[in-house]
Structure formats: structure tokens, C-alpha cells
């Protein structure tokens, strides 16, 4: 196609583009739009119904659970995919070579980034399992807990090494604990099959509205989400890590 | 609306353009982190802390992290030609 063409073909492509967005945007409602008669219907009775003060991880967690699940194992499915694509066929000798650079690498970073990785390590793994442990509770859950979690791991790489990034989680705990995730959040459901005789409804009591404890298996399906999700966002970054120390030893 | 709500839009705005104007890889992976981090307080002044959360992890944690990763991955293989 002719420049001429191309350009033509992109300003009538724009203007139709421009007019569907202003078309669009013209019907976008306020935000002081009343609720939708299901969003209501939820925040109305979640709480009494649930005992859960976050009526997002209710509605996450309890009233669409089935959702979360399919949701949970498109995320295992993801970091299985990187996993076994970016795998490199590893050798005894490799990973000694590749610790040997690394060991270099690491008195090359600064002492104020060494510092300062160090420090954030702590910090973050209580803030990852506070936001997962209060889900029920105040906004937050395992999925964002579970990213934090694995932000603490990054925290490690940078303060340290990538030898002590295998040795704090070495791949195989990552894997355990993604597959204990996984394999948690279904157990819940089966409970709810089991004892109340509908997959993924509740069967725990709910507890006091408020307590860390409370929201019935809430709780439980968040700290499987959570274990899933720090697993696979570890197993990702480890896998991206590792290549990049295993071919920067190969090459040197 | 309130002020800060258009502010927030307005940042959002100028971030997202910012990101597609940013050229270079690199620094478009850090770019990239500060318009997340301008959509999560979007999202929390249009009162949904658990989105503006979940925002802030992938936004400004997960994908700058894995951008930057396979960055280096690819730099490793361009110096290995």
C-alpha cells in the first residue's frame, strides 16, 4: 500500500475511532449513580449475612466463588506456561558457574541498594501476609497479598544475590506452595460439597463480625489464593532470574 | 465530581500519554509504573480500595518487574550475537 493510501486509511480509521469514543463516553454514567440492583443486594446483606466487613472479598470469595476459582487457575496456568518455556536445561556446572558470577555481582552493588533491598524484605512480608489474613476484613485479600509476598522475594534478589534468592525460596517450596494454593482453594470447594452440600458453599461457622477469624471459609479460601499466587509470581520471577544468570555465565 | 477526582483523571490522562511517547524500553517500564500508580489513586478516589490495591501490585510492582526482567534477558542475548 502507497504512503498516500496508508494515510487515508488511518485518518478515516481515527475520525470512526473518535466518534464511537465520543458516542461512548456520552452515555457513560455518573459517579453518582445509584448502585445496580445487584451491587445493592450485596452491600445491603453481605455483612450480616457473611459477618465479613469487606463485601468485595464476600462477593469474591463467597457469593462468586466459582468465579475466583477459574480466575485462581488462569494464574497457575500462566506461570506454568513461563515455567515451562523459559526452563533452560540446567547443569551441575552451570549453576556453579553461574553462583561464582553472581557472587561478584554482588560485591559490585552498591552498599545504598544492598541497604535499603535488606531493609524492605522485613516490611513487606508483614504487610503481604497482613493484606492476606485481613481480606474479610479491610480491603486487600490474597491476590494482593500474594503479589506482595513475591515482591518481598525481588527485594531479596536486588539486596543480595541470586544464589540467596534459591536459598530463601528455592523453586521447588515456590511450586509447593503454588500447587497447595491451587489445590486449597478446590478443597474448600469440595468441603462446601462435603458439609453443605453445594460446591464452594460456606461450611465453616461465620465468627464475630470483625475478627481476623471471621467470615466463615473466607479466610481459608484467602490464604490459598494467596499461597497460589506468591508460588506463581516466585515461580516467574525465578524462572526470568535464572535465565538471565545462566546465560550471563554462559556468555562470559 | 469532586477537584481531586479531575485531578486524578487529569494525571491519569497525562500519564497514559506519557507512556506512549516514551520510546525507550526501559525507561517506558518505570514510566509505565507511575501511570499505575496515577490509576490506583483514581481508583481510590472513586471510593474502590480493593481495585486501587490490586492496581498498585500488578501496576507498579508485577509488570515494571517482569518488563525489566525480560529486557535484561533479551540485552543478554544481544550480547551473546
Not at chain 1, 148 to 157: C, E, G
Amino acid at each position: 500500500m502507497s504512503p498516500r493510501g496508508r494515510a487515508w486509511l488511518f485518518v478515516g480509521g481515527a475520525l470512526g475511532m473518535a466518534l464511537l469514543l465520543a458516542w461512548g463516553l456520552a452515555g457513560v454514567p455518573g459517579s453518582d449513580v445509584p448502585l445496580g440492583r445487584y451491587a445493592g443486594l450485596l452491600a445491603d446483606h453481605a455483612v450480616a449475612e457473611r459477618h465479613t466487613t469487606n463485601v468485595v472479598i464476600a462477593t469474591a470469595f463467597d457469593y462468586r466463588a466459582l468465579d475466583t476459582l477459574g480466575e485462581e487457575f488462569l494464574l497457575f496456568v500462566a506461570a506454568v506456561g513461563t515455567t515451562v518455556l523459559l526452563r533452560a536445561t540446567r547443569e551441575e556446572r552451570d549453576e556453579e558457574r553461574a553462583a561464582r558470577l553472581d557472587e561478584q555481582r554482588g560485591v559490585a552493588t552498591s552498599d545504598s541498594l544492598r541497604a535499603l533491598g535488606t531493609g524492605l524484605v522485613g516490611p513487606t512480608v508483614v504487610l503481604g501476609v497482613y493484606v492476606t489474613a485481613h481480606g474479610q476484613l479491610t480491603p486487600g485479600g490474597g491476590f494482593q497479598g500474594g503479589v506482595v509476598l513475591a515482591a518481598a522475594l525481588l527485594a531479596v534478589y536486588v539486596a543480595g544475590t541470586w544464589l540467596a534468592l534459591r536459598h530463601v525460596a528455592p523453586v521447588s517450596a515456590l511450586e509447593l506452595s503454588e500447587a497447595v494454593g491451587a489445590g486449597g482453594f478446590v478443597l474448600v470447594g469440595i468441603g462446601g460439597l462435603l458439609f453443605a452440600a453445594v460446591f464452594l458453599e460456606n461450611f465453616l461457622p461465620f465468627g464475630t463480625k470483625g475478627d481476623v477469624l471471621s467470615g466463615g471459609m473466607v479466610p481459608l479460601a484467602n490464604l490459598a489464593v494467596g499461597l497460589e499466587v506468591a508460588g506463581a509470581f516466585g515461580v516467574i520471577l525465578t524462572e526470568l532470574l535464572d535465565q538471565i544468570v545462566l546465560r550471563r555465565s554462559a556468555s562470559g | 465530581m469532586t477537584a481531586l477526582q479531575v485531578v486524578a483523571l487529569a494525571l491519569v490522562a497525562a500519564g497514559g500519554t506519557a507512556v506512549v511517547f516514551t520510546r525507550e524500553p526501559l525507561a517506558q517500564a518505570i514510566v509505565t509504573g507511575v501511570f499505575g500508580l496515577f490509576l490506583a489513586i483514581l481508583f481510590m478516589l472513586f471510593q474502590a480500595p480493593d481495585v486501587a490495591l490490586s492496581q498498585i501490585v500488578v501496576g507498579t510492582v508485577a509488570v515494571p518487574a517482569m518488563v525489566l526482567l525480560t529486557l535484561a534477558k533479551l540485552r543478554r542475548e544481544d550480547e551473546r550475537e
